[in-house]
Each structure stands twice: as C-alpha cells, then as structure tokens.
C-alpha cells in the first residue's frame, strides 16, 4: 500500500483475538476512519516462553475465524511474522508508515515483557508521530484499580475478592458490542492475509499438536458458553472437583487467547443467574469466584513484576534446598509415579493438553512437595503442554501449590494424592480413563494398587517415593528456609 494523504488506523491483535467485547477494536472503529488489523507472530519469543504448540494451532485456527468475522466488518486482518519482541517496534511502525496509519489501538497486557515491548513500541511510534493507545481489556477490573484502604495492591484473595465486588457492584463493567461495519470499499480488504498451514510451520519451528477437538467459531465459542451457564452451572459447587464429571466450563483455552473475555463469561452468568453475587454458596457465585481469582493473579504480575520474571512471591523461599533429579522429573511428567491419580492426571495432560484444576493441584503438589523439585520446572512443563497456557494463572497456580506465592497453601500442609484420588476419584474412574494398566484392578484397590492380592499381573510401577516420608523431609526443607532467612 502506499502512503495516502488520508490517515487509517491499525488495530494490534494480541491475546484478545474476538470481535465481540474487545475494547480496542470498538475505539478504533469510533474514529470514523479505515481500519487495518494486524497480528505479529512471534515464533523466538513463544519458544523462550514455552508456549505449548497445541495453543499456538488454536492460535492459528481462530486467527481464520476472526478474520472472517472482521471481513463482515471491512477490517482487513493482516498476518505476519518477526522473530521476537524485540522486532517488533520496527516492525510496526513500518507497516503503520506503509498504511498510512496516524494511530495504533491495542489492549493492555500486564506480563514483564509484554509491557517491555510495548513500552518500545510506543517511542518507535512517537518517532514517526504516529498515536498509540492501550487499553484496559484483559480484566472485567483494570490493575491496579482493586486496592487496599492504604491504596496499596492486595497481596492476599479474600479481602481482594470483597472488595473488587463492592467495586463491580458500584459500576458493573459488562461485555460490549461488536463493532459496527466499516463503510470501506473492496479495495481496502485486499490486504488480508489468511495464516497458511505451511506459514504456521514456520512460526513454531517445530510441529503443531492438533487442537481440532476445540471449536474456534465465534458462535461456537458463545454456545459453549452459554449451555453452560444454562445446564451445568448450578451444579459447578458439587461437579467441579470431580475429574470423571464433564462439570467446569471448558472455556479456559478461550480465555487464555482472548477468543472470548472475562466481562462475556460474566455477562452470561449474570444474564442467567442476577442474583448470582447474593447466593455465594450456589453453583453460579463459585464460578464467578474462579473469574475473580484470575483477576487476582493478573492483578499481582501487575503490581508485583518479579512474580513474572521468575521469582517468588515470598522471598524467604528462595532458601528453600529444592532437589533436582531428571529422571523423577520425568516420570513425572510421563505419569510414571506409582500414585494413580498423579499418574492419571499427567498423561490427560499429554494427550490432550488440558488438565482438570483440581488434578493440577494434585500434581503440581506432588511434584514440589514429594519430590522437592523447583515449581518453576513443574510450571515451566505445564506452559509447554497446555492449551489453555497462561502466565498469570498457571504460576499463581504453582506458587500457591509450592507454598511460595501470595495467599500459598501453608508449607507445613502437604497434599497426599492417595487420599486427594479417593476423595475426588472415589471409584477410579478417571483413572482407569487414562491408566490403562489399572483397568482390571478392584475399586478397594484402585488407589493402592500394590495392595491388590494380584499385583503380580500389574505392569504398572511400584511408588517412586514414600509419601509419608517425603511429606516429613519437604517440611522440613521449608522450615530450614525459614530459619535461615530469620537469622540473615
């Protein structure tokens, strides 16, 4: 394209690839003017975060769908590629230049190094006099706007909780409209661009894991949504925690890629359930309460950059001795531990790139607490399989399990996955889903399976640690820590 005299705008899409509620889009559309969209891959810069190559396939399959939808809007979505983030400044300020753009709209994200680029961006931007704005999107309550009587961020849930619903029941922020279509001619759409299969490739250097069994339509996404609001939320208190139950969401992928938004989910809840916030031992609040512990971590990588940038949110853990033995990393993440429910819970995971958020619990504790290997290689393995892949909650999630993060389980409590299993998998039905090794072993025995009488017939391994020891030796570990931080 050449340089006009007439000025477009661009709109940046990043992890928040939806038409619908999407703030940045609806600004940019307001402006009266042609509107240009573009997507960076950044294959350097996903490998160095060990995002999982199942994401990025939902990635690239709802980057077609959304630009078909924006085609219905006359916005053209552009598909490119730079190695990294640190391409990216003149990356865009070229192709604004090449557009003719006088203004660049995005939405806001609160990791390290994602505001890091756009902090480059915005100069690179500047140089060329060329407007760049950002916007609030990522949360139903911006960072930084939920904070304590002394204006400080919360550092622990349930007084962040209480306070971020006084603030939404103050000024409910709810999902907004698709942007109207632009009134722009054929001309203007010529500059699509549909990521090929082949382009794709090249974007990972390595290939991708199909992520098919995930639709990527707009109104299948919204589908997903809404029959769950309607048939299984109510149900989500006693369903949730059950991994053979078909009882959460599901739309955990969505949100971690933005294909729909935290103000939608909300939305749909409340559209069905009003009285949702005043019934909080009911189905729809303790959903409600899962959106509101997203918040939560978005709100501390934003407040808290080291949480980010690979450090602990408790800085006495940093003494802790942690072991490092490659070979029970690896039976762990192959789900060769002996402990059923782990084992199970470890291959879903290969398999599917998902995992059920109780098993991750189970599994992230086991790992730091029975083995005392680091979080970080736990939270490091799970970025690199999930589909469902996100900064904020997957570490908010691990620190809380290794004891060294905000509002963290207690050292001194330990998860035994043998009770965890027969607590949540009472008859061993998930396991046996995924264990096929353990399909003939009685339900007495299912979680003990070295008790079997016919044990002998199993080709399954034998525990790889005594829990109660181990239990004995992590506390022991933390408590260590402690001290000598104490005395330092």
């Known amino acids: 394209m050449t340089k006009t005299e007439s000025a477009n705008s661009m709109m940046w899409f990043r992890a928040d690839l939806r038409v619908v509620d999407n703030t940045a889009l609806l600004q940019a559309s307001k402006q009266k003017k042609p509107v240009f969209a573009v997507f960076f891959a950044t294959p350097e810069q996903w490998a160095s975060h060990d995002t999982a190559p199942i994401q990025i396939d939902l990635i690239r399959r709802r980057l077609r769908s959304l630009q078909t939808q924006l085609s219905e809007c ?35 994200q609160y990791e390290w190094n994602e505001k890091l680029r756009d902090q480059a961006v915005g100069q690179a931007l500047k140089k060329q006099k060329i407007k760049f704005s950002v916007f609030e999107d990522t949360c139903v309550l911006p960072a930084g706007s939920v904070l304590t009587r002394q204006g400080d961020p919360f550092k622990v849930y349930t007084p962040f909780r209480r306070e971020w619903l006084n603030q939404f029941h103050l000024s409910p922020a709810l999902a907004q409209p698709a942007p109207a279509a632009q009134a722009h001619d054929a001309e203007h759409m010529k500059f699509a661009t549909p990521p090929s299969d082949e382009q794709v490739d090249r974007w990972m250097g390595y290939a991708l894991r199909d992520s098919s069994d995930w639709p990527v339509g707009e109104e299948d996404i919204r589908a997903r949504l809404i029959r769950f609001c309607v048939e299984k939320v109510q149900d989500y208190g006693e369903h949730r925690d059950l991994p053979a139950v078909d009882g959460t969401s599901g739309l955990s992928p969505y949100l971690a890629i933005g294909a729909v938004s935290a103000r939608q989910c909300l939305s749909a809840v409340l559209h069905e359930f ?215």
């Open 274 to 488: 009003p009285e949702a916030f005043e019934k909080q031992e009911q189905g729809p609040f303790i959903w409600l309460n899962e959106i509101i512990w997203r918040e939560f971590y978005r709100h501390l990588i934003d407040a808290y950059p080291q949480v980010s940038r690979a450090q602990p949110f408790v800085n006495w853990t940093r003494q802790v001795d942690w072991q490092w033995d490659q070979s029970a990393l690896e039976r762990w993440q192959n789900g060769e531990t002996g402990f059923p429910i782990v084992d199970a819970a470890m291959r879903q995971l290969k398999a599917t790139g998902w995992m059920h958020n109780r098993l991750r619990m189970i599994t992230a504790s086991f790992l730091t607490k029975d083995l005392l290997i680091h979080w970080q290689a736990g939270e490091q393995w799970f970025m690199s399989q999930l589909i469902d892949g996100d900064l904020a909650s997957n570490n908010g999630g691990w620190q809380w399990a290794a004891s060294t993060g905000t509002d963290a389980q207690p050292y001194f409590r330990v998860f035994n996955p043998t009770a965890q299993g027969k607590k949540f998998d009472p008859n061993g039905e998930f396991i046996r889903t995924w264990v096929k090794e353990l399909a003939e072993v009685p339900d007495k025995y299912i979680h003990n399976p070295y008790d079997w009488p016919d044990v002998k017939s199993l080709d399954y391994p034998p525990p790889m640690v005594d829990h109660k020891a181990a239990r004995v030796k992590a506390i022991e570990a933390f408590k260590q820590a402690k001290a000598l931080t104490e005395q330092a």
């Open 74 to 108: 006359n916005i053209p979505l552009r598909i490119e590629q730079v190695a990294d983030f640190e391409a990216l400044p003149a990356a865009i300020a070229a192709l604004a230049e090449a557009w003719s753009c006088d203004h660049v709209f995005c939405n806001k």
